[in-house]
Structure formats: C-alpha cells, structure tokens
C-alpha cells in the first residue's frame, strides 16, 4: 500500500516548490524506497503544449511525449527516472475525463459536482499511478498557491484523501516564504502564519513547513514558526536560497527532514547512500575553469523558458570540472546589429515562428565561418540546414514554417502534419529511434549504433534537399527509423558544429550528462584553454 507526501504552497509562485519536491523524492530513493512523483497544475489548459513559455516556462516533453510542467523535468532529473504524461495532472484533463463520463451516462441519474465526482476522479487518479508504478511512496506537488480558486478541488481532494488513507499513510508538506526587510533585517514570519491559517481553514494541517528565505533560518524565527502554525519546532525546516539546486536536498537532509517524514509514514529508517550527489554538487562549486556560452533564443528574459538546457550544461560542466557561465542574447537584437563578442562557443536552442528566426541563423553563420563550437536544438537544427543552405549551396531557401512561398522549401512540414487542425499534442512528440553512422562525431559521443531521443516539432529536412547538401559537405550522422527525417548533422572540418532535430536536454541527468552537451562544453573548454 502506498503512502502519499503532499506539497502545498503558500504566500506567493516561484518558491521552489518543485526543487523541494525532488529533494524529497531523492533522499527518500536514497535510502532504497522506490518513489514516483505527481505534479497537480490548476490551470484549465489540458496540458502545457500550447502555452507560451513567458507565460509557464519551458515545455518539457516525456518519453511517451507528454507535453508537460517543467517541474516533472525536475523530478525526473533528481531520480533518474522516466514519467509518463499522467504523472502531470491539469484541471483540464480532469473535467474532460468527468464530462467523457458523463455523456457516455457513467452518472446517470445523478447531478455531476464538484464534490464528490470532480474529487473522486482526482483521488482516483494518484491512487492509480501510485499503485501502477508499484511505488512505496507518491510524492504529490499541487501548484498554485493556497488560496487560489483554481487549486481549491485539488486541495479538497488530498484532504478527502488524508481522511480515507489514514494520517499515518499521508504527510503534508508546505512550502512557504520567510522575507527579512532590509530596513530592520528581521526574518517575517507573518506571510507563512497567514498561509498555514489559509490552508488550515479548508481542512488541512501541515505535518511539517519547509521556509524559502534568503538566509537560513534563525532559531527563534523557528520557534515562532512552529508556535503560531502549531508544528513541532523540528518540523519546522529552512530552504535558503542556493546557487546551486542540487544543493537543496543536502541543506534539507542535514536537518532531518528525512527521518522526520519516515518517522510520520511508520516507515523504517535506513542510512542515505548520497556519496555521488555529494560529488557531483563539490564538482559544481569547485569548478576552476569557465566558458562563456552564448544562448541565442527569444525567450531570454525568462531563464525558466530554457531550463532544461541551463541544467544540461551543469551536468555537462561538473564532469568536466568547469562553470558555464550563460551569455543571453536575443535572436532579435543580432538582426539589429549586436555582435555576438567574448564567447568560446554559440548554442541557437528550439523555438517557433518568425521572430528572432534571421538572428539565428546569423549566428549559426558566424559559428560556422569563426570555427566556434556551436550546438543546435531542433529549430536551431533546421535554421542550420538553411543557413548552410544560403551561404555554401547559395539557394534562395528557407523553411515554409516562416516563408511559405519560399523558392526552395529546404525546410518543409512533416507529411503527416498536413490537415492537422488541432494544435494540442499533435506534433512528432517523444522518444524516438535514431540510428548514427559510424565514423561521426555524433558516434564518438554515443558510442553506439541506436539512440532514443525525444522530439517536439512539426518541420523536418526536405527529403529533395539532402543529396546536394551532403554533397556539399554537410553530414547527416543521425537519421530515423524510415531513412527519411533527418535526425543530425554536423561539419567534419569544424571543431565542433552539431545540431540535432530532437532535445537532448530533456534526458540529461545530473550524473549522465547528455552527449551532445558534453562534447559541445568539451569543445569551449578545449577553444578557450586550448586543452
């Protein structure tokens, strides 16, 4: 029988809820419980494939090709694990679930609400991946905030499910937010009171709150905490802010966090086997070389829109025992004449649509022609195909996505996309076959002959293009099951110049970092200090 952590937050969005969540997850898989994670989002879309990442962050994409929180990208990266699409669950797909239900007359009879079929079709939901996954323990993220409308039949289903499963086989974690204002320099335990009043008033106690401050919280600040939101003092537990996330769950762990969650599941201690996170976080903070990395996107002004790739150069840095510090420039402001300046090596990552597009691939053309290592993801693939198209073919070409009309569609929509109306999970989504000649540089960096990357996009390589850009001296070392979509390519005669149609960002993990980002970072380290 499964048991159920819950996480909550309060005060305000952005708290690292998720980081805690993982933590958690990671040091109970430490000490040998198999864990799954669930992450609950309030908002009605069904899932996160059609929002702007300004307005959630990055879109992360599942070997099922669930489009998804970034958030899952998180837990999947703390325990090296793989979830599916229904480890995300949306208000969205729990009231189309309720209404498929209710037309095929599952309810007959009855008045469909809120409470309880809205709830029970919650419930029942974690209950199913918990037991499918043949978990010890579920750990449970509900986004929002305590007091939003949208969280609150989320709210009222875990509670629901407290009551049904037992306060022995569910614990309550709530994140929330300790300020200290500058003026008097004192540690503000008021929001996080206001919020435990918050949740307490829809039926549910903390068993335990996890305080997100900028400093490590102070010993009477804990004791006020535990007073006034009637937890116990070591209950009480401090999240200061981090350069380095993989640093939360050893902050957490030195407090006790997992034996105070063991303790209030009846579940056994044993030791944490934690040597190699250890190793791995020491390598982050002691790196003693760097590179300048230039991220030529549109999404800039928000990290959270590349998350996955700011995660897989740490990865791809702690192995090679340097800091990659990331130098933001907008695609646009390449168009309006900013040199890209001071970098030791250029990645042009995914993206949709026409702004920003030209920048790109006068970045990519200035990889290529200054022998700077370069990487490109999926679009930044495509937008290499055209540059390389341009400016060595010499063709007036681009992809349809952007010119339709285009003279020479080099880039053109994948045959199965035509008459597709609906945009919402319809793209080639998810873990796919790829097979790599050998010889390449792709090859050197997989070791091996078949690989299974995830993909999201619409557009591909036209097929007519590739015997003339091969001829040309442009590699395609990566290529699908049909022999058909092009999956990478890359230049023998540069140091390193690779792209590839799918993200390998998304199966990066902290101790297998992925390969493309490896020889990519490699590559910066060996430009700047020529080792």
């Excluded at 990671?26 to 198999?34: A, W």
């Excluded at 609400?113 to 037991?131: C, F, L, N, S, Y």
């Excluded at 063991?262 to 040597?275: G, N």
């Amino acid at each position: 029988m499964p048991k159920y952590i819950i996480v909550t937050g309060g005060v305000l969005s952005g708290l690292g809820k998720g980081i805690v969540t993982s933590s958690i997850a990671l040091l109970l898989k430490s000490r040998g419980y198999k864990i799954t994670a669930i992450k609950i989002d309030p908002y009605l879309n069904c899932d996160a494939g059609t929002m702007n990442p300004f307005q959630h962050g990055e879109v992360f994409v599942l070997e099922d090709g669930g489009e998804v929180d970034l958030d899952l990208g998180n837990y999947e990266r703390f325990l090296d694990i793989n979830l599916s699409r229904d480890n995300n669950i949306t208000t969205g797909r729990v009231y189309k679930n309720v209404i498929e239900k209710e037309r095929r007359g599952d309810y007959l009879g009855k008045t469909v609400q809120i409470v309880p079929h809205i709830t029970d079709e919650i419930k029942g939901w974690i209950r199913r991946i918990a037991e499918e996954s043949g978990a010890d323990i579920c750990v449970v993220e509900i986004g929002g905030t305590v007091g939003d409308i949208e969280s609150m039949p989320f709210l009222e289903a875990v509670r629901q499910l407290h009551l049904e499963e037992g306060e022995e086989n569910v614990v309550f974690v709530h994140t929330t937010l300790v300020p200290i204002l500058k003026v008097v320099g004192e540690q503000k335990t008021k929001p996080t009171q206001h919020s435990v009043k918050e949740l307490r008033a829809i039926g549910i106690s903390p068993d335990m709150i996890v305080a997100r401050s900028p400093e490590p919280l102070k010993k009477e600040t804990k004791e006020k905490i535990s007073l006034f939101c009637n937890v116990p003092v070591n209950a009480v537990f401090s999240s200061p802010d981090v350069e380095c996330i993989y640093e939360v769950p050893l902050i957490l762990e030195r407090q006790g966090i997992s034996k105070y969650i063991l303790q209030s599941l009846s579940l056994e201690y044993k030791e944490a086997d934690l040597k190699k996170w250890e190793n791995f976080v020491n390598r982050i903070k002691g790196a003693k070389k760097v590179v300048n990395v230039a991220m030529v996107g549109k999404y800039t002004a928000l990290g959270d829109s590349y998350i996955s790739i700011l995660e897989a150069f740490r990865h791809a840095g702690a192995e090679l025992d340097t800091k990659v510090n990331v130098v933001w420039i907008e695609a646009e402001e390449i168009e309006e004449g900013k040199k890209i300046e001071g970098v030791d090596a250029i990645l042009v990552p995914g993206g949709f649509g026409e702004r920003g597009a030209e920048g790109k691939i006068m970045a990519i053309e200035h990889a290529r022609k200054n022998k700077i290592p370069f990487l490109g993801i999926c679009f930044g693939f495509q937008l290499a195909v055209v540059e390389y198209g341009r400016n060595v073919l010499g063709l007036d070409c681009h992809s349809t996505e952007i010119k339709p009309d285009t003279k020479h569609p080099i880039i053109m929509i994948l045959p199965e996309q035509y008459g597709v109306k609906q945009l919402g999970g319809t793209m080639r989504l998810g873990a796919q076959p790829i097979t790599i000649k050998e010889g390449t540089l792709a090859y050197s960096l997989y070791r091996k002959k078949k690989i299974y990357e995830r993909h999201r996009h619409r557009y591909e390589v036209n097929p007519e293009y590739i015997d003339m850009l091969e001829k040309h001296g442009l590699v395609f070392s990566g290529i699908a099951e049909d022999k058909i979509r092009m999956e990478i390519l890359e230049l023998p005669d540069h140091p390193y110049f690779i792209a590839s149609q799918f993200h390998p960002e998304f199966k990066s993990r902290p101790l297998k970092p992925a390969p493309l980002f490896y020889g990519f970072i490699k590559a910066a380290v060996e430009k700047k200090y020529g080792v």
